[in-house]
């Protein structure tokens, strides 16, 4: 009597959500190879001028997003390192003075990198800034954030592992010409793929800037680093990892107590993003271990509710690609991320899209045999948006069936948007390029865990 009772309200449960794998979309993408766009393609020409000012782009350049970091990259000479800037109705410049480096690789040397940071800016406003002062001159603008705050809108981008084939102009396009503007992009790694050419052929690492110049020049994108950013190549003497990413982007970690770019912590509008590193140490006692321990503890939900975390390798992922490779932090980190009631995890690395549930599986002990996730209302969402389109292609192979943790996945490429509305809800949508079209696939209402902690994944 008791067991078909049991029986049935099992599966009752399976049928309610709990065995269930969610959807594993039924749109199937035109198979077409991804080919980086030729060197002498539009997108990467080079501005017109004797040392004119090339691969403008811009981060925010402290903790809570008064700040800016302009960078660019002149060929002929140094230059100077000026950059003037002023706000939009007002005549008054104000000037800041930058650094510049080079860097050599293999055979190839850079040009001559600048790096600028502008800081007390004011939030809320709309800034001019130019670069290339005493040869060729050009303009740029950006708007600051809103004041960091709990009811504070604001909308980020979402793209992962980009590279720079047709697909990847048409993701940033698409990204573009989005309707819910993103007002600045959460990149998930993976850059240029300049290491998929011979001898890491950093010419590439140029075109890649030139590209996405159109958009990084005017809002900040906030970089996390991926396992192509390693360039790690001791065969042809570079046995520096990351040399020509932390050449090239700057990021204000010392602002968030970190000792490393490759990990770091931004407040921005109502949001606080911290970004980590797949490809650093991450076991106990490492630094990026002590910095993250000490990080989630400063983590203020009501100043701002919405925690977010970037990393290059997802710790979920149903794709037959990179299965199970971030397991090892997954293991070290997730008790804290369930702890801190992270809200969402966006990853790239496999190129596809997928969402999961709210999910843990943080029982898990080795001896005790409870090795399948469960649903866990203080669990973060854990998106993988690694479908920039790269040289790479997509990731078409899953595991099947799909796992019950699995909400939605998808072997297109594509963008998301996160639109935050307030401190307790925010609108996400993802957009897959279809037959050259942007078409919204996937969409989430995100209930935020710490002002309304209702388990909307379910
Ligand atoms: C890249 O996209 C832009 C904007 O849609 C377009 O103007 C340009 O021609 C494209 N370039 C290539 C090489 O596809
Ligand atoms: C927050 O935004 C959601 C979605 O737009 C809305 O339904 C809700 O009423 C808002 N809450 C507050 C407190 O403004
Ligand atoms: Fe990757």
């Known amino acids: 009597m008791g067991f078909s009772w049991y029986y049935f309200l099992g599966i009752l449960l399976c049928i309610i959500n709990v065995c269930r794998g969610g959807i594993t979309s039924s749109y199937v993408r035109n198979v077409e190879s991804s080919e980086d766009m030729p060197l002498d393609s539009d997108v990467f020409k080079a501005p017109h001028g004797y040392n004119a000012p090339q691969q403008v782009h811009i981060t925010q350049g402290d903790d809570v997003g008064k700040g800016v970091i302009v960078s660019w990259v002149t060929v002929n000479e140094p230059g100077s390192n000026i950059v003037l800037y002023w706000k939009a109705n007002s005549k008054i410049k104000q000037k800041a003075k930058g650094t510049v480096t080079t860097y050599k690789y293999y055979t ?21 800034y130019m670069v290339g002062i005493g040869h060729t001159t050009r ?15 604001y909308t980020f981008g979402l793209i992962g592992d980009l590279g720079q084939t047709y697909d990847s102009n048409m993701t940033l396009t698409h990204y573009e010409m989005n309707p819910t503007k993103g007002q600045t992009v959460l990149f998930v790694g993976d850059l240029s793929y300049a290491d998929k050419y011979p001898n890491h052929d950093n010419n590439r690492w140029d075109t890649w800037g030139r590209f996405v110049e159109r958009s990084n020049a005017y809002q900040p994108w906030i970089w996390t680093a991926g396992n192509h950013d390693v360039d790690f190549a001791p065969e042809i003497g570079e046995p520096e990892p990351f040399k020509p990413y932390t050449h090239r982007y700057p990021v204000p970690y010392k602002a ?11 407040k921005r509008a109502s949001a606080y993003i911290i970004v980590l590193s797949t490809y650093s140490a991450t076991t106990k006692y490492t630094p990026q271990y002590k910095w993250l321990e000490a990080e989630l503890k400063k983590v203020n939900r009501e100043e701002t509710p919405w925690l977010i975390v970037l990393m290059h390798c997802p710790w979920y992922n149903s794709y037959d690609y990179h299965y199970m490779e971030g397991e090892t932090m997954r293991v070290i980190y997730e008790p804290w991320f369930v702890k801190s009631k992270v809200d969402m995890v966006f990853a790239g690395h496999v190129h596809a899209y997928e969402r999961s ?13 409870e090795c399948t996730p469960v649903n866990n209302p203080s669990a973060p969402v854990y998106i993988t948006i690694g479908d920039g389109g790269n040289i790479e292609g997509l990731a078409t192979k899953l595991t099947e069936p799909q796992p019950m943790y699995s909400a939605y996945r998808e072997s297109s490429f594509g963008h ?14 993802w957009h897959r390029n279809q037959d050259g079209f942007s078409a919204k696939a996937d969409s989430f209402l995100f209930f935020n865990r710490y002002w309304h902690p209702v388990d909307e994944s379910y």
Request: aromatic share 18%.
């Open 108 to 128: 190839y040397t850079s040009g001559y990198i600048h790096h600028c940071s502008i800081q007390n800016l004011k939030y809320n406003t709309k800034y001019y």
């Open 139 to 153: 303009t740029f603008w950006f708007v600051t954030p809103p004041p960091v705050g709990p009811n504070v809108p």
């Open 256 to 266: 968030s107590g970190s000792t490393s770019p490759l990990w770091y912590s931004i």
């Open 357 to 369: 549930k709210r999910i843990s599986n943080v029982d898990y002990k080795i001896i005790n045999g």
């Open 416 to 429: 998301a948007i996160l639109d935050i509305k307030n401190r307790t809800h925010a609108y996400y949508s």
